[in-house]
């Protein structure tokens, strides 16, 4: 279990608030950092929560796409140090790696590291380069995106971050890349607003609450704050209703032209 001092870091940096706002926030919550930001956020102490999927270690992400944009691919290959992950030869197994995704398209992550490299297993290929360096690799993950429209693939920041997107039409590769690019930018969490579980939309609603009566507003103007309020909140996590971050007159929507977004995958380092 992470010691007092890494969790209170840690909630210093997700909610923006004070050492001793955390450190009363922290207690209060028992540790839970989850908790100790909603708890800093109706005290009006934090910032909105953070949404990051950024994972602990070094790596590489890299995303592909099949030269029918039918089929979009993405892994997440890791060492321990960024010193590794820059050399050449753990960009040269990634690249390998990669193109056997997309040749072979296993089904599993067993799968894959079962696969052969040059008559060796990618298993043996990860070991074999562990021992000249020194570091544990190790594959974290892929996925396969596919669609009857158009898939798109984008890769940010040196291979920190990477994104799959399928739009339900054919022949919208330059609109699909575009919202990739998006997806990488903004982090959304979801698609649509009514895909947001209304659990959160519920705890939301008790966050801004605590936050409006904290500020002195009488509790029959709530009703009518709160609609804009959440409004504000689906520009967050939502993708269509994003301001668009090649023009910011315009929403992620108002750009699809009526072309529904069926899945996204976004891998962050």
Known sequence: MENKSELLKLLREKSGAGMVDCKKALDEAGGDISKAVEILRKKGLAKAA??????????VVKAALAGDTKTGYIMEINAETDFVVRGEKFQELAEKVMRLIMEKRPQSLADLIALEINGATVKENLDGLSGVIG??????????LNSAGTVAAY?????????????AKEGQSDIAYDIAMQIAAANPKYIYQEDVPIDEINREKE???????KEGKPENMIDK???????????EV???????IKDDCKKVEDILGGVKIEKF????L
């Open 155 to 167: 890769a940010h920041i040196g291979g920190k971050i990477g994104v799959l997107v399928a739009l």
């Open 238 to 244: 939502c993708l269509i209703k994003q301001e668009y």
């Open 225 to 235: 704050i709160m609609p804009g309020k959440l409004a504000k909140f689906y520009e």
């Open 135 to 144: 570091e544990k690799l190790a594959i974290k993950r892929y996925d396969i």
């Open 265 to 268: 995958i976004r891998y962050s």
């Open 207 to 213: 966050i801004y609450q605590a936050q409006f009566l």
């Open 50 to 59: 953070k949404r990051s999927d950024r994972e602990a270690g070094e790596g």
